[in-house]
């Protein structure tokens, strides 16, 4: 008997193991484009753009700018406060972007420089450590309870993998 497989099949099958392996980590970094369709530009009101985010450990932030005339420049806290480029952190004025990622936890800061901190752009965010997993759902005590619930056990998604695993590598 012949074994090859159907590519269509075979297709199918390593999207579905990717599915899996996407669905199966339940926190991945986010990426945050800074000032959402603002971008990083002036009369942007940040501090009401960064309240609805959440920054976590490993999450990326985005400047999107316009070259020549902004800049991306972290800073600690005094220097936020008065937009004073001064001992910067890091400072990024080449291109149309510049990208990060967050690998410590606590206050970051941010300014741009030429003056245009004191037009409002300028960001301060918190980032947390990521958050903890969701618990593992309580099992049921009767499994005529758990097929009304409709909840599905380890061995039903086992079953269900190893069926579909089956009917794409072995033609059922």
Not at 20 to 31: F, G, P, R, T, Y
Not at 87 to 100: C, E, F, H, L, V
Not at 102 to 128: A, D, P, Q, R
Request: hydrophobic letters at 40%; proline letters at 6%.
């Amino acid at each position: 008997m012949e074994t090859s497989i159907n590519p269509r099949r075979h297709a199918a099958l390593l999207l579905f193991l990717l599915f899996l392996s996407s669905s199966a980590a339940a926190v991945s970094a986010d990426m945050h484009v800074i000032g959402g369709n603002d971008h990083w530009a002036p009369n942007v009101n940040y501090t009401e753009w960064a309240a609805g985010e959440h920054f976590y450990l490993h999450d990326w932030l985005v400047f999107y700018y316009q070259p020549g005339y902004y800049s991306v420049i972290q800073v600690n806290e005094t220097n936020y406060e008065r937009c004073s480029e001064e001992d910067p952190i890091n400072k990024y004025d080449r291109g149309r972007s510049y990208a990060m990622q967050l690998n410590e936890t606590g206050h970051y800061y941010f300014i741009s420089g030429g003056g245009y901190c004191w037009h409002g752009m300028k960001l301060s965010i918190l980032v947390e450590p990521l958050p903890a997993p969701a618990p593992a759902p309580v099992p049921l005590s009767q499994s005529s309870a758990a097929c009304r619930t409709g909840a599905w056990s380890a061995a039903a998604v086992a079953v269900a993998v190893l069926g579909f695993a089956a009917f794409v590598l072995g033609g059922v």
